[in-house]
């Protein structure tokens, strides 16, 4: 079966079990294979609910990817991705299969920033220079005779992304990760991890107040619509659960709530044989809307996040068609002059892997389970960062360090610390 999937119950013990097998859980699990010393001798399982992926974030992404961000952290991630989907057959090839084809498009990222938000932005690309990227500066004269079809009111500034931005297939990433990692001997299993068995009190650790730290021993993974579950008992436990991973990791320690939960995007996609065309980058708007071109045929697809007090319930995946109507199209045709007359074509819904303290990856050791790694809160990042995570993941449970890039601001530690690391380019 695709990536070693198998309705077989999973196997008695593992040395370390993914739980999720989104892009994240499967980026984990081919780096700890990639990485490990002695070849073959680890035995990684990946344990997915839903093998259609129906409500997983991997396939509902935009497939974006950016180098422009105000975090070094967040820049340097999306530059060692960007590195590694460009030579993606030398990581991800498998021989004897074809290769992987990501369907990259370079159009790059254009935002737009008002007079309030120029500073912040001039700020950002110099970062983002220093760190290596390579944006352009863009008046709004400049802008307007490079993208003839903006219009520039309310616009003091612009950044463009002139290499390593654009957009890529995410079911080509998710599909790409899970061969190659079943080809180096990853093992997965459909299931749904409803409990773990602990051990308590191995010490102290200090998390704002002394407590009591556990340890996993047993994975319970359970059969779909069963009663039936196999434990698994294993060393090391990553939380991949994406939207998911606030409620799994409250399962192995209900006294530590991470913020890590589902909030439902809208992505709408609309035809406008007048609209700007194939020259057309992935802009973000100054209120905060965005939209790309969607192949060649005169469809484009967009929307933006709701205000906080607008979140939309999560118990479905239903599509709010007024949200558009109400608040995306109005910029769109604003920004867009052209834009005014368009016709929606079809929407659909995603859960952001949202992480409400401060909206950036939460990567490490969770504080009160020894042995539990969390890699999620991506909150809508978590596509293009997948390599980069991955990695960075397999590094500390196989060298107990971040290695390649130092991640540790990520860390769990902060949320209990209430220090946010707040990404301020967010869409
Ligand atoms: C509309 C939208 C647009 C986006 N656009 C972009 C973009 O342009 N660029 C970008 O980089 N990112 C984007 N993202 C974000 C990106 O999709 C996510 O950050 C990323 O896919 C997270 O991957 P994941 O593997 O952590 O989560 P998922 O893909 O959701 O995988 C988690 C998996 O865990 C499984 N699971 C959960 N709990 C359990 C359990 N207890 N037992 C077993 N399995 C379990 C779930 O079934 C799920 O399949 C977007 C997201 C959305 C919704």
Redesign the pocket.
Same mark, same amino acid.
């Given at each position: 079966m695709p990536g070693g999937r198998s309705r077989s119950p999973p196997p008695e013990q593992a040395d370390v079990v993914v739980? !999720?097998?989104?892009?994240? !859980?499967w980026a984990v699990a081919y780096w700890l294979k990639a990485l490990e010393g002695r070849p073959g001798a680890m035995r990684v399982l990946v344990?997915? %609910?839903?093998p259609t992926?129906s &409500? +997983?974030?991997?396939? %509902? +992404?935009? =497939?974006?990817?950016r180098q422009q961000f105000s975090l070094p952290e967040n820049i340097r991630m999306s530059r060692f991705s960007a590195s590694f989907l460009r030579t993606v057959n030398e990581h991800l090839g498998v021989p004897g299969e074809p290769p992987v084809d990501l369907q990259f498009n370079p159009s790059g990222y254009l935002f737009l920033a008002s007079e309030r938000g120029a500073a912040a932005l001039e700020r950002n690309v110099r970062l983002q220079r220093d760190e290596g990227a390579r944006v352009a500066l863009l008046s709004p004269a400049r802008l307007k005779e490079k993208f003839p079809w903006v219009n520039v009111d309310g616009v003091a500034l612009a950044s463009y992304g002139l290499e390593d931005e654009g957009?890529f297939d995410?079911w080509a990433l998710l599909g790409a990760f899970r061969r190659k990692a079943a080809s180096l001997g990853v093992l997965s299993c459909v =299931?749904?991890?409803?409990s773990f068995v602990m051990s308590s009190n191995v010490g102290l650790v200090a998390t704002g107040q002394e407590q009591p730290v556990s340890r996993i021993r047993y994975v319970n993974v359970h059969a779909a619509d069963s009663r039936e579950y196999q434990p698994v008992s294993c060393a090391v436990v990553v939380n /991949? +659960?994406? +939207?998911?991973a606030g409620? #799994?990791a409250q399962l192995a320690e209900p006294r530590l709530r991470l913020p890590l939960e589902p909030r439902k %995007?809208f992505?709408y996609v609309w035809h406008c044989p007048d609209g700007p065309g194939l020259e057309c980058p992935l802009l973000v708007d100054t209120s905060g809307v965005y939209f790309r071109r969607d192949g060649i045929g005169g469809n484009y697809l967009g929307g933006r996040s709701p205000a906080e007090e607008d979140e939309p319930d999560t118990s479905d995946l239903e599509v709010d068609y007024d949200f558009f109507q109400e608040k995306v199209w109005p910029e769109l045709a604003r920004r867009v002059p052209a834009f005014a007359a368009l016709k929606v074509r079809s929407a659909w819904a995603? @859960? @952001?892997?949202y992480n409400a303290f401060d909206r950036s990856a939460v990567l490490g050791a969770h504080p009160g389970v020894e042995n539990l790694f969390v890699a /999620?809160g991506?909150s809508? &990042?978590? #596509?293009?960062? /997948?390599p980069a995570a991955g990695r960075a993941v397999a590094e500390l449970v196989l060298r107990g360090r971040f290695q390649s890039l130092d991640l540790s601001r990520f860390g769990p530690g902060r949320l209990a610390a209430g220090e946010p690391l707040a990404e301020s380019a967010v869409v």
């Open positions: 739980v !999720g097998g989104g892009v994240v !859980g344990v997915e %609910r839903d992926y &409500r +997983a974030s991997s396939v %509902r +992404a935009v =497939g974006g990817i957009w995410p =299931g749904e991890v409803k /991949a +659960a994406g +939207a998911w409620e #799994l %995007r992505v995603g @859960y @952001y892997d /999620a991506f809508g &990042r978590g #596509l293009q960062q /997948a």
